[in-house]
């Protein structure tokens, strides 16, 4: 049996948030009309919608051993990666093996969005000290 991982407090609510997204974005792809049309009915795949890219790194980590291009490319599971990130947020812990990745990316996640608060906060400064008063 695997070990319990305790999910660090200060990041408790960020397991919050990846579930949500990770709930609601997903890959989807659709078939849109080609741009170099070779014949009337000629469609392309196009992604009309992607997955988180935290996620995207999580399954970049656990590539497929698989030679098959019909077969999923990566080993993670959605579904087990929603109970993962379900029982840190809401219990603290879990017994996944994704455990430790999901943490790390939990870090790359809140500095990201520190990140953005900051350069969202710069461009309200640059744009409050463009206001002409009255």
């Known amino acids: ?6 999910a660090p407090e200060h990041l408790r609510h960020v ?12 890959l989807e792809v659709v078939l849109a009309p080609a741009p170099d049309p070779r014949h009337s ?7 009309s919608n992607e997955n988180p890219w ?15 291009h019909r077969r999923w490319r ?4 959605r579904r087990e990666t929603l109970n993962a990130l379900r029982r840190l947020y809401v219990a603290g812990g879990t017994y996944s093996h994704y455990a430790d990745d999901l943490i790390e990316l939990a870090e790359d ?21 463009k206001v002409i008063p009255f």
């Not at 397991?15 to 997903?26: Q, V, Y």
């Open 15 to 26: 397991f919050g948030w990846m579930l949500a997204e990770l709930g609601r974005e997903r």
């Open 54 to 68: 935290w996620y995207k790194e999580l399954c970049n980590r656990y590539p497929s051993r698989s030679k098959s």
């Open 74 to 77: 990566t080993r993670i599971k």
């Open 41 to 47: 009915s000629h469609k392309v795949r196009a992604v």
């Open 109 to 129: 996640v809140l500095q990201s969005a520190r990140e953005e608060e900051k350069n969202y906060e710069e461009r309200l400064k640059r744009q409050s000290a």
């Open 1 to 6: 049996m695997d070990k319990m991982t305790s």
